[in-house]
């Protein structure tokens, strides 16, 4: 049951982490950032957020280094949007999915190209 709830709660979170990145944050490092996804653990005490962004590695550093400068607001401002008892623990991780479904795709098609 409290699965389901860790659910709800990690989806709610992450409408709230887009708005909040898009809205709240002036911080010039984080710009182009997609949140992909946000697990919550079952006792709803820790989050882990991924995240893409767009540029190379030294912005996505620069990204993150931002975000960690960020967390304490980040986190009240869940508090303020989301009713719970007490608001997870936040923690940023880049989503290397992507990356690798574009890496798998190219080397994809450079068999196809081979192959003709």
């Known amino acids: 049951m409290s699965n389901v709830r860790a659910n709800r709660v990690g989806e709610q979170m992450k409408k709230e982490l887009s708005d909040i990145f ?6 010039p490092r984080i710009e182009f950032v997609t949140v992909t996804g946000v697990d919550v653990t ?7 957020v991924y995240i893409t962004v767009l540029g ?9 280094a931002g975000l960690s400068k960020a967390k304490g607001f980040i986190r009240s401002e869940i508090g303020k949007r989301i009713r719970l008892r007490k608001t997870p623990e936040l923690f940023f991780h ?4 992507i990356e690798y479904g574009n890496r798998i795709e190219k080397l ?8 003709e």
Do not use: W
Not at 22 to 27: A, I, P, Q
Not at 42 to 48: H, S, T, V
């Open 42 to 48: 079952g006792d709803l005490q820790q989050a882990n």
């Open 94 to 97: 880049f989503d290397e999915s």
């Open 56 to 64: 190379d590695d030294e912005q996505k550093e620069a990204t993150l």
């Open 108 to 115: 994809l098609q450079d068999i196809n190209r081979d192959g």
């Open 22 to 27: 898009m809205r709240e944050l002036k911080d």
